[in-house]
C-alpha cells in the first residue's frame, strides 16, 4: 500500500475479520449490530465487508462521524503524500502535508475527545486494526485527479460540519467542531481553486439565488454516509443522527 | 390563559420574543426548570418555566442582537466590496471575478439576515458603511483589508454560535454563512500569496492584520479541548501545525473594538 509511511495506520495489516462497535451505543443496541455476525465464537471479530457501523444518536455519535471523516482524510492526504502524482510541484506536495498533518490532528483529538470507553468512545477502540480506506474511485497518479478527488472529500467534510452542528447537544462540542468547519472550508476552497481556478466557492457548493443564496452546502448524516460509502470497508449507518 | 395572546402582548415590549421563542429545544428544555416569573405565576408551570427559559438567560445577547450584530459585520463587507470595485484598482480577469462573487455573496447575506430579523419582529440595522478614511488606494493593501474583514467574519461567526444554540434553523443558517466565510478568506489569502489556513505567526502581525488574529484566544493558541495538541496526543506536533489546524472565535466586544472591524465603520 502507498500510506505505508503513515505510522498511525500502519502496523498490522488488516485483519481477515475485524469487528465492528456500535458508535457510542449501549451494550444493547450494539447487540443488534452484531446480529450479522453472531456465529463468531469470539465477539470481538466478525466478517470484513458484512461488518456494519452504526452511528448512535447522541453527540457521541456525532463525534464518531467527525472522526470517520478525519481518518479518510487524514488516509488520503498521506496515501498523495507518500506517493505524489509526477506533476506535483513543491507546492502542492507542501499544501497537502499541511492539510495531512490538520486531518492527522482532527484525527487524534477526537480520538482523544471520545475516551477509551469500548462502548462509548471511539468506534474502533476495540479494533486490532484501524480501518483502511480505499481510494480506488479515485485517480491519483495525477495532479488534477488528486485535486478532483480532494475536492469531494472536502466538501463532503463542509457539508457534513454544516449538517452537524445544529444536532450536536454540548456547546463545547460545538465550538470545537466549528474550529475545525472552518478550516475544513479552507481546505474546500483551496483544493477546488487547485482543480479549477477561482471555483473556490462555485455554485455547485454556494447557492446562487433564491432564498438560500450565498450559503453553504449541508448535508444530512445519511447523505454523508452514502457519500463514503465506496471509501469504507464497511456499512455506515447513520440514520440514527437524523433523529438529533 | 392563551399562551399566544401574552407573546402577542410580550412582541409589543420586546421585539425580540419570538426570536426567544422559536425553537422546539428552547421549549422542552425550558419543560423542566422552575417558574420564576411571578407575572405569570397563575398560568401553567409549563409556561411560567418556558418563559423563564426564554427570559431567564441574563449572560448572553438575544438572538435579534447576534442576527444584527452578523448584520453589520455583512454590511460592512458588503460597502467594502462595493468600494473596491468602484475604486477600480482590481486587475480584470480572475481577481475582478473573484471579488465580484464574494460581494455577491455578501449581498445575499445581507439580504437573508435582513430578512430574517425583519420576520423574528426585530428592527434590521442598516446603512453601515466602511469608514472612507480607512479604505486603501492601492490593490494591494485593498487585498489586506479583504483578508482582514474574512478572517474576522469567520472567528465572529464561530464566536456566536453558542449564542444560537437554542435555535436550530438559525445556528444552521449560521453555520452555512460561517462557511462561506472561510472560503472566502482562504481565496484571498492565496490572493495574496498566504496560506489559505492562519498560521501561529498570524497572531504577530502588525495592525491591521495583527489585531484580527489575536484576542482572548489568539489564533496561534495549541489547547483544544484541554488537550495541547503539541504534547498530548502521543505525537508531537508543532505549534503552528497545531495552531493552523484549528480557527478560534473573536467575541462580540473583540470584533467590535476599534482595533478590529469596529474600527472600520464610518
Known amino acids: 500500500m502507498a500510506d505505508l509511511a503513515d505510522t498511525s495506520f500502519s502496523g498490522r495489516a488488516l485483519h481477515r475479520r475485524t469487528f465492528l462497535r456500535v458508535a457510542g451505543a449501549t451494550a444493547a443496541s450494539s447487540a443488534l449490530v452484531l446480529a450479522g455476525c453472531g456465529k463468531d465464537d469470539d465477539p470481538t471479530v466478525t466478517d470484513v465487508g458484512t461488518g456494519t457501523l452504526v452511528f448512535a444518536a447522541n453527540d457521541t455519535g456525532i463525534l464518531n462521524l467527525t472522526y470517520l471523516l478525519a481518518q479518510i482524510s487524514a488516509s488520503f492526504y498521506q496515501k498523495v503524500v507518500t506517493t505524489p502524482p509526477a506533476d506535483f510541484t513543491a507546492a502542492d506536495t507542501a499544501a497537502c502535508v499541511d492539510m495531512r498533518d490538520h486531518e492527522v490532528i482532527y484525527r487524534e483529538l477526537y480520538k482523544s475527545v471520545l475516551g477509551p470507553n469500548p462502548q462509548t468512545g471511539a468506534y474502533d477502540n476495540g479494533l486490532a486494526t484501524a480501518l483502511e480506506f480505499n481510494f480506488t474511485p479515485y485517480t491519483l497518479t495525477t495532479r488534477a485527479g488528486v485535486y478532483a478527488a480532494a475536492r469531494t472529500l472536502e466538501d463532503i467534510g463542509v457539508g457534513a460540519y454544516n449538517g452537524l452542528g445544529r444536532r450536536l447537544r454540548n456547546g463545547s462540542y460545538l465550538r470545537l467542531l466549528l474550529k475545525i468547519t472552518s478550516v475544513k472550508a479552507r481546505h474546500a476552497a483551496f483544493v477546488r481553486d487547485q482543480a479549477e481556478p477561482d471555483s473556490f466557492a462555485g455554485s455547485d457548493v454556494i447557492t446562487q439565488t433564491g432564498n438560500q443564496a450565498g450559503l453553504d452546502t449541508i448535508k444530512t448524516p445519511v447523505e454523508v454516509a452514502k457519500s463514503l460509502a465506496s471509501l469504507v470497508p464497511v456499512v455506515l449507518v447513520a440514520d440514527n443522527l437524523m433523529l438529533l | ?266
Open chain 2, 1 to 266: 390563559m392563551n399562551i399566544l395572546r401574552i407573546i402577542e402582548q410580550l412582541s409589543e415590549v420586546d421585539a425580540d420574543v419570538l426570536g426567544r421563542f422559536d425553537s422546539r429545544r428552547a421549549v422542552f428544555k425550558g419543560l423542566g426548570s422552575t417558574a420564576k416569573k411571578g407575572a405569570l405565576a397563575a398560568a401553567p408551570v409549563f409556561v411560567a418555566s418556558l418563559f423563564s427559559k426564554a427570559y431567564g438567560q441574563a449572560a448572553g445577547p438575544s438572538i435579534i442582537e447576534v442576527l444584527n450584530y452578523a448584520l453589520t459585520l455583512e454590511l460592512l463587507e458588503e460597502d467594502f466590496y462595493k468600494k473596491m470595485t468602484a475604486a477600480g484598482k482590481v486587475p480584470a480577469g480572475a481577481p475582478a471575478g473573484a471579488i465580484a462573487l464574494i460581494l455577491k455573496h455578501e449581498t445575499a447575506h445581507v439580504a437573508l439576515l435582513t430578512k430574517t430579523i425583519s420576520d423574528l419582529k426585530g428592527t434590521p440595522v442598516k446603512d453601515v458603511k466602511f469608514k472612507q478614511s480607512a479604505f486603501p488606494a492601492d490593490y494591494e493593501t485593498q487585498l489586506v483589508v479583504a483578508q482582514a474583514l474574512e478572517d474576522t467574519g469567520v472567528r465572529a461567526y464561530k464566536g456566536q454560535a453558542g449564542n444560537l444554540m437554542s435555535n436550530s434553523a438559525l445556528l444552521q443558517v449560521a453555520l452555512q454563512i460561517h462557511s462561506v466565510e472561510a472560503r472566502h478568506a482562504a481565496h484571498i489569502r492565496t490572493m495574496r500569496g498566504q496560506t489559505a489556513w492562519i498560521p501561529a505567526s498570524a497572531s504577530s502581525l502588525p495592525a491591521p492584520l495583527g489585531p484580527v488574529y489575536t484576542g482572548n484566544i489568539r489564533e496561534d493558541n495549541v489547547v483544544q479541548s484541554k488537550v495541547n495538541i503539541t504534547t498530548d496526543l502521543g505525537t508531537p506536533y508543532t505549534a503552528n501545525e497545531a495552531a493552523a489546524s484549528f480557527d478560534e472565535i473573536l467575541t462580540m466586544a473583540e470584533v467590535l473594538d476599534a482595533s478590529r472591524a469596529g474600527g472600520l465603520v464610518a
